[in-house]
């Protein structure tokens, strides 16, 4: 919770004073939020806690056109995943999970954090952004 509610949290409050009006706050989130998964159950109730984070703030900040939004990745090719990549049925789990027959890489989050912090999605906020490639629909 220190690392994945209380950091966040912190970091955006005290972020608060010299963030411009019409800036962006990206929340990283997890897809471990809409699917079960009764190991990741600590890791999972942190990340809803950063769901609603990015809600309540969205609403806050909307005065000061700031949009607020979370990125809600499912299996990525990490260090904080590398146990269960490094095992070809880990990998073949990872994958089987996204319609796409995957996991995603890094790219595949950075892409969306950078339409989010643009110009482009100005008028997009309080929303948890699915980066699973489709995980168990």
Known sequence: MDLHVKAP????QNSLTRLND????INISSSATRIALPNLLGYSVSKGAINT???VLAQQLGSRKITVNAISPGFVNTDMNAAV???PNGRQFAANLSVMGRWAETDDVANIAGFLAGSDARWVTG???????GSRL
């Open 22 to 25: 019409g800036g962006r706050i």
């Open 127 to 133: 929303q948890s952004i699915d980066a699973s490639g």
């Open 53 to 55: 984070l990015t809600y």
């Open 9 to 12: 949290i912190f970091l955006i």
């Open 85 to 87: 990549l490094s095992d």
